[in-house]
């Protein structure tokens, strides 16, 4: 019930997902290699491909596996019964596998980009040609699952092992070329604690203005969930910064200094892990308010979840009083603790005050939610102590009247510590709210 024995009993939960994560990324991998097994034997050649494999070399299994072929789109639909022809301009087909989608592209060299996010036109090419249009040398490796051989023609295990980020080639082209690479390259050096190489580096600040609006900005929202998913996200905010990447995602941060910006996402660290990233992100903007936040969403393209999530933060932040002024009483708490979202929110608020406030925060919210343990429960289970069919004894018709008691009878339960239906029904009769309407 309460947050720390929520986070105390974790890491039962932590190792059975484990487990059950282990078991599907060896099945996803297994399906892959079916895949590949099959475009080997109708004489293609086919590779696992991409970010797998850097995974892979880091000994951080992926069930997100992609695969690379000679085999032409016409040949892939050909050799597979079930497949979606998602890109085949691109030369990208999916390929359904006991319901689970792998996504097959051949080996390509692409035109010239338009606008910044797709090519005008691509031709057919080999591993070594495909490998160079990618972009960065880390994610441009490629896996032969049948021999266990690893493919590095842009010196991908190299900067591996180096812990660099590198762009393969031109990092100036790269980046006109697809300009999201930019945000995707501090994504994923903040998220392996790599470095970013010079040049790379000096690429971006030079295109960071360029950002918007090539790249749409859904697809920035994905690349900053991904970030979320990671240690790391402060990092990443802190180079983004530093670039010019931030302050063109949001113009409102262009004037504030790195050593404000530094100090804003230093809660970040001791967020629960993952932490959806709105409530990152609003770590950005101390000064704003709710609405603010939520007109953030809007913009963002997140989603509706994402924009009530942040406005119920927003209001556990301020729970200690309701909007009248009034402080809150224990049916306010038993509600607000009802709500899946609270624990969360409670979290976050508490890692950005200091330790000292902190300590006191959380241990004062875990006090009042074993107080209020029973009647948190019954909201979460929806089974009120009164229910319609004990007022439908007494008369009550269903309609409004008996929605406002229902209401009240839980309110006396939760004020009164009384879980005796008959026991409250008689303390209702006696209220306003039951004798309206009564001849």
Request: proline share 6%.
């Given at each position: 019930?309460?947050?720390?024995?929520?986070?105390?009993?974790?890491?039962?939960?932590?190792?059975?997902?484990?487990?059950?994560?282990?078991?599907?990324?060896?099945?996803?991998?297994?399906?892959?290699?079916?895949?590949?097994?099959?475009?080997?034997?109708?004489?293609?050649?086919?590779?696992?491909?991409?970010?797998?494999?850097?995974?892979?070399?880091?000994?951080?299994p992926?069930?997100?596996?992609?695969?690379?072929?000679?085999?032409?789109?016409?040949?892939?639909?050909?050799?597979?019964?079930?497949?979606?022809?998602?890109?085949?301009?691109?030369?990208?087909?999916?390929?359904?596998?006991?319901?689970?989608?792998?996504?097959v592209?051949?080996?390509?060299?692409?035109?010239?980009?338009?606008?910044?996010?797709?090519?005008?036109?691509?031709?057919?090419?080999?591993?070594?040609?495909?490998?160079?249009?990618?972009?960065?040398?880390?994610?441009?490796?490629?896996?032969?699952?049948?021999?266990g051989?690893?493919?590095?023609?842009?010196?991908?295990?190299?900067?591996?092992?180096?812990?660099?980020?590198?762009?393969?080639?031109?990092?100036?082209?790269?980046?006109?070329?697809?300009?999201?690479?930019?945000?995707?390259?501090?994504?994923?050096?903040?998220?392996?604690?790599?470095?970013m190489?010079?040049?790379?580096?000096?690429?971006?600040?030079?295109?960071?203005?360029?950002?918007?609006?090539?790249?749409a900005?859904?697809?920035?929202?994905?690349?900053?969930?991904?970030?979320?998913?990671?240690?790391?996200?402060?990092r990443a905010?802190?180079?983004?910064?530093?670039?010019?990447?931030?302050?063109?995602?949001?113009?409102?941060?262009?004037?504030?200094?790195?050593?404000?910006?530094?100090?804003?996402?230093?809660?970040?660290?001791?967020?629960?892990?993952?932490?959806?990233?709105?409530?990152?992100?609003?770590q950005?903007?101390?000064?704003?308010?709710?609405?603010?936040?939520?007109?953030?969403?809007?913009?963002?393209?997140?989603?509706?979840?994402?924009?009530?999530?942040?406005?119920?933060?927003?209001?556990?932040?301020?729970?200690?009083?309701?909007?009248?002024?009034?402080?809150?009483?224990?049916?306010?708490?038993?509600?607000?603790y009802?709500?899946?979202?609270?624990?969360?929110?409670?979290?976050?608020?508490?890692?950005?005050?200091?330790?000292?406030?902190?300590?006191?925060?959380?241990?004062?919210?875990?006090?009042?939610?074993?107080?209020?343990?029973?009647?948190?429960?019954?909201?979460?289970e929806?089974?009120?102590?009164?229910?319609?069919?004990?007022?439908?004894?007494?008369?009550?018709?269903p309609?409004?009247?008996?929605?406002?008691?229902?209401?009240?009878?839980?309110?006396?339960?939760?004020?009164?510590?009384?879980?005796?239906?008959?026991?409250?029904?008689?303390?209702?009769?006696?209220?306003?709210?039951?004798?309206?309407?009564?001849?």
């Amino acid at each position: 019930m309460s947050i720390f024995l929520g986070i105390a009993n974790r890491s039962d939960l932590v190792h059975n997902g484990c487990m059950e994560r282990d078991l599907v990324i060896t099945h996803t991998y297994e399906r892959a290699v079916r895949v590949v097994k099959t475009l080997r034997e109708a004489g293609h050649i086919a590779y696992l491909a991409g970010g797998w494999v850097r995974d892979y070399l880091l000994n951080r299994p992926s069930p997100d596996i992609d695969i690379a072929t000679s085999a032409p789109p016409e040949a892939v639909v050909a050799l597979f019964p079930h497949t979606v022809q998602v890109g085949v301009s691109f030369g990208v087909v999916m390929v359904i596998i006991e319901d689970e989608p792998f996504e097959v592209a051949t080996f390509r060299k692409d035109g010239l980009y338009l606008y910044g996010r797709r090519p005008e036109a691509v031709e057919y090419s080999t591993p070594e040609e495909d490998a160079q249009r990618r972009d960065f040398t880390i994610n441009g490796m490629f896996y032969d699952p049948l021999n266990g051989q690893i493919m590095d023609f842009v010196g991908g295990r190299q900067d591996l092992e180096r812990g660099v980020v590198r762009a393969i080639g031109d990092p100036h082209e790269r980046f006109r070329e697809d300009r999201l690479r930019m945000v995707r390259g501090v994504r994923i050096m903040a998220r392996f604690h790599f470095a970013m190489d010079k040049q790379t580096r000096e690429a971006i600040a030079a295109h960071a203005d360029s950002l918007l609006p090539a790249v749409a900005m859904e697809r920035l929202w994905q690349e900053f969930c991904k970030m979320a998913e990671h240690p790391g996200l402060g990092r990443a905010f802190v180079t983004m910064h530093e670039l010019g990447l931030l302050k063109t995602v949001f113009p409102q941060l262009a004037g504030v200094p790195l050593e404000e910006m530094v100090q804003r996402i230093h809660p970040l660290r001791d967020f629960p892990h993952p932490c959806p990233a709105i409530l990152c992100i609003a770590q950005l903007f101390p000064e704003a308010t709710a609405d603010e936040m939520v007109a953030l969403c809007g913009y963002m393209k997140a989603s509706n979840k994402d924009a009530q999530l942040v406005a119920w933060y927003y209001g556990v932040k301020a729970s200690e009083t309701k909007p009248n002024g009034q402080p809150f009483d224990a049916v306010d708490w038993a509600y607000l603790y009802a709500d899946s979202r609270t624990d969360l929110c409670l979290q976050v608020v508490g890692a950005t005050l200091d330790k000292e406030r902190r300590h006191h925060f959380l241990v004062s919210h875990q006090d009042r939610q074993q107080r209020l343990s029973g009647a948190i429960a019954r909201l979460r289970e929806k089974k009120p102590v009164v229910m319609a069919h004990h007022l439908t004894k007494e008369g009550v018709v269903p309609g409004k009247k008996m929605g406002a008691i229902l209401k009240e009878a839980e309110r006396i339960s939760i004020l009164e510590g009384i879980e005796v239906p008959d026991l409250i029904i008689a303390k209702l009769k006696s209220l306003p709210v039951w004798l309206e309407g009564s001849a």
